[in-house]
C-alpha cells in the first residue's frame, strides 16, 4: 500500500508561482513512478505531469509545459510540482498518483493505483 498526502495548495494571481509537494508512505519510493493530475467541477481527471523513479524521465500536458516542473526526491520520499507563470485556467484541484510496480511513468491515469487526497489551486485573473 502507499499513502499519498498532498500540500502546497493555495490562492494565487495569475503569473505567479506555487509548489505543491506530495509525501509518499508504505512502499519504497524509488520503487515506482509517480504523476500529477488536476480536475475541475463536472470535468474529468486530466494529466499535468509525470516522472519515473529515478527522476530522469518526465513527460508534461502541452497546456503546462515550459510552465510547470515535476521532481522527486527519493532520499525524502516526496515529489513536487513548480508552478509558473499561472494563469486562471490552471485552476483545479491536483492530485498525486503512484504507479505502483512500475518505474516507468505514464500519460494514462488508469495505470496508477493509488491517489492522495488532493490540494486545491486558484488562479485569480
Known amino acids: 500500500q502507499v499513502q499519498l498526502v498532498e500540500s502546497g495548495g493555495g490562492l494565487v494571481q495569475a503569473g505567479g508561482s506555487l509548489r505543491l509537494s506530495c509525501a509518499a508512505s508504505?512502499?519504497?519510493?524509488?520503487?515506482?513512478?509517480t504523476a500529477w493530475f488536476r480536475q475541475t467541477p463536472g470535468k474529468e481527471r486530466e494529466f499535468v505531469a509525470s516522472?519515473?523513479?529515478?527522476?530522469?524521465?518526465?513527460y508534461y500536458a502541452n497546456s503546462v509545459k515550459e510552465r510547470f516542473t515535476i521532481s522527486r526526491d527519493n532520499a525524502k520520499n516526496t515529489m513536487y510540482l513548480q508552478m509558473t507563470s499561472l494563469k486562471p485556467e490552471d485552476t483545479a484541484v491536483y492530485y498525486c498518483a503512484a504507479r505502483l510496480g512500475y518505474y516507468s511513468a505514464s500519460r494514462m491515469i488508469s495505470e496508477y493505483d493509488y491517489w492522495g487526497q488532493g490540494t486545491q489551486v486558484t488562479v485569480s485573473s
Open positions: 516522472i519515473n523513479w529515478s527522476g530522469l524521465n518526465t
Open positions: 508504505g512502499r519504497t519510493f524509488s520503487n515506482y513512478a
